[in-house]
């Protein structure tokens, strides 16, 4: 296995060269001392020869940290638009729960999700879940935060803030109640819903009994019913 790794922020480099055998690590190109290093006793005799080529260690070095490296900025530049995905945050409140952020849609992995309150951090009430793969290669994650002993005034000095390796920019979304999606029914969509309900058991009582009454009558009916609730 061999390949560089590139760190845009602080510009630091890496690479890695390794054989293995059978599921074990055989030999390892180690950077620092810019020898190969043998943790099975099998491949002693094979390192002593290659680091007996020092040129060849030195190559191995100079692909490494520099043409490999150049090679992984030059297709991390040509796939910006889809490596940096920043995707969406979305709110959950409801009032047997805590306030949920979520964010979703976002590449690579390392990122950071916390709420703050007038410019700081929170850690008390804060529960942070885990990120999450999507279907499609990308990630979620969610952090979540008790409200339950905070004023409903109050609310909107709280924000969820999220930080993708990479972006320079926090997305950072403040809590209003105009943002936030509800998980409960108001009573005024409960009362749509139980009217819609007996509505539709009103028709189908009413297409039944049709129904019988034109059996009973010697007449053959063929149809489909279909209906849907939103």
């Given amino acids: 296995m061999i390949g560089c790794e590139w760190e845009d922020e602080t510009g630091?480099?890496?690479?890695?060269d390794q054989f293995g055998y059978d599921g074990e690590d055989l030999i390892i190109l180690d950077l620092r001392t810019q020898t190969w290093i043998a943790p099975k006793q099998q491949a002693v005799?094979?390192?002593?020869k290659w680091n007996n080529d020092r040129y060849a260690v030195e190559y191995e070095k100079s692909y490494l940290t520099q043409i490999c490296v150049e090679w992984l900025k030059k297709y991390v530049n040509y796939g910006r638009s889809s490596l940096l995905r920043t995707g969406t945050t979305k709110y959950h409140l409801s009032s047997s729960s805590p306030v949920s952020c979520h964010a979703t849609g976002f590449y690579p992995n390392r990122a950071e999700m916390f709420w703050r309150k007038d410019g700081e951090e929170i850690h008390d009430g804060v529960v942070r879940g885990d990120i999450l793969p999507n279907n499609d290669g990308t990630f979620?994650?969610?952090?979540?935060?008790?409200?339950s002993s905070v004023a409903p005034e109050d609310r909107n000095k709280y924000e969820c803030v999220f930080q993708l390796s990479g972006v320079r920019e926090d997305i950072i979304h403040r809590l209003e109640r105009t943002r936030i999606r509800r998980n409960e029914y108001s009573p005024l969509n409960m009362m749509i819903i139980v009217v819609v309900d007996a509505l539709v058991v009103l028709g189908l009582i009413g297409?039944?009994?049709?129904i019988l009454y034109k059996k009973n009558n010697g007449e053959k009916w063929l149809f489909y019913l279909s209906f849907s609730l939103f």
Avoid at 45 to 48: F, M
Avoid at 140 to 147: G, R
Avoid at 207 to 210: A, E, N, P, S, Y
């Fill in 140 to 147: 979620q994650m969610s952090v979540d935060i008790d409200l």
């Fill in 12 to 16: 630091d480099v890496s690479g890695y």
């Fill in 45 to 48: 005799i094979t390192i002593n």
């Fill in 207 to 210: 297409v039944i009994g049709f």
